[in-house]
């Protein structure tokens, strides 16, 4: 309690300084104040910290997040990096980037880069309770790109190393078996992380046989870490979903694959899409599928399906 009366006495006094001022000088006052006061708040030493960042951070609904402070500790390459409610941390991770890389770009060509500015997190998507940001970075003379995946699981902050850049409409991070998620990057590779942001698999691009549904308009459904089952409707060249629904069994760590065709259960002949889909049996003779369908003209049908994969069967049954 008394060190909130002293922060709001901090603030009130950065206020009634700035009166005096012109409105921009005003504002510039009472922010960098109200920014120093999270330091104060948290008894952080803001002189370890000489080139941070600052800043409101957009995320969902579900978030407590509202601002992000981050930045080098001096004379180190420890990057801090504070999630927070207000003043309040909701989340801390200190990552260790390297000021300076050296990259072998062919035919003897050894280059030295330098990271350029300070970098900052921003947020990506939310998987379940799971809250997910990214931070890119960028060397000067680099032919590569470098960053990290974060993962906010309550008041759990964790880093993932990344290849390749991290865009904010990426799309290539699904729900996945055991309160997981499964993402993709730039190269291909497929990786599973724990809730925790633990590593659990990685299955290199070259191995891996996915789904064109993955990470589309197909909706997923896990059997385990490594294996899967998509439900989808074919679309056509023109963007148009076909009077079909396709089925489809695969792994991530080999070569496995079977996929089933079933007709429409509409009387019409018009476009379906699917809405949901989820396992409601799994032995190891056969899978019972439970798929929620729409149809154009917004009808809705509730199907059972019993897939057989050692009879190469797949059906309505309900």
């Not at 700035?18 to 104060?40: A, M, P, Q, T, W």
């Not at 992380?193 to 896990?222: A, M």
């Not at 079933?262 to 699917?274: C, G, K, L, M």
Request: aromatic content about 14%; glycine content about 4%.
């Amino acid at each position: 309690m008394k060190k909130f009366k002293y922060l709001v006495v901090f603030i009130l006094t950065a206020v009634i300084a700035s009166c005096s001022k012109s409105d921009d000088e005003r504002n510039d006052v009472l922010y960098v104040d109200i920014n120093e006061g999270f330091y104060y708040y948290n008894h952080i030493n803001h002189e370890d910290f000489p080139d941070d960042r600052q800043s409101q951070m957009g995320t969902d609904h579900l978030s407590k997040v509202t601002r992000c402070y981050c930045g080098f500790k001096r004379n180190t390459e420890d990057f801090y990096i504070w999630l927070c409610d207000s003043f309040n941390i909701v989340g801390k991770i200190i990552i260790n980037i390297p000021m300076q890389i050296t990259e072998d770009q062919g035919f003897g060509n050894i280059v030295t880069c330098d990271l350029i500015g300070t970098p900052q997190p921003f947020f990506l998507c939310r998987v379940k309770n799971l809250e997910l940001y990214y931070l890119n970075l960028s060397y000067n003379n680099s032919k590569n790109d470098y960053s990290y995946l974060l993962l906010l699981n309550g008041e759990k902050l964790s880093a993932q190393k990344y290849k390749g850049r991290i865009y904010r409409d990426k799309k290539d991070i699904i729900e996945w078996y055991n309160n997981s998620i499964l993402y993709r990057d730039e190269s291909g590779d497929y990786y599973i992380l724990s809730d925790n942001g633990n590593l659990i698999s990685v299955f290199e691009s070259s191995l891996v046989r996915p789904s064109y549904y993955l990470f589309t308009n197909g909706k997923v459904i896990p059997l385990s870490y490594n294996s899967y089952i998509t439900v989808a409707n074919e679309v056509d060249r023109r963007g148009k979903y076909q009077n079909e629904l396709i089925i489809e069994i695969l792994s991530l760590d080999k070569d496995d694959y079977i996929s089933f065709n079933i007709q429409s259960p509409f009387n019409t002949t018009e476009d379906f899409i699917v809405n949901t889909a989820s396992l409601l049996e799994s032995t190891d003779s056969y899978y019972l599928l439970e798929c929620q369908l729409i149809s154009y003209s917004g009808e809705k049908k509730t199907v059972k399906i019993k897939i057989v994969p050692k009879e190469n069967s797949a059906k309505i049954v309900d």
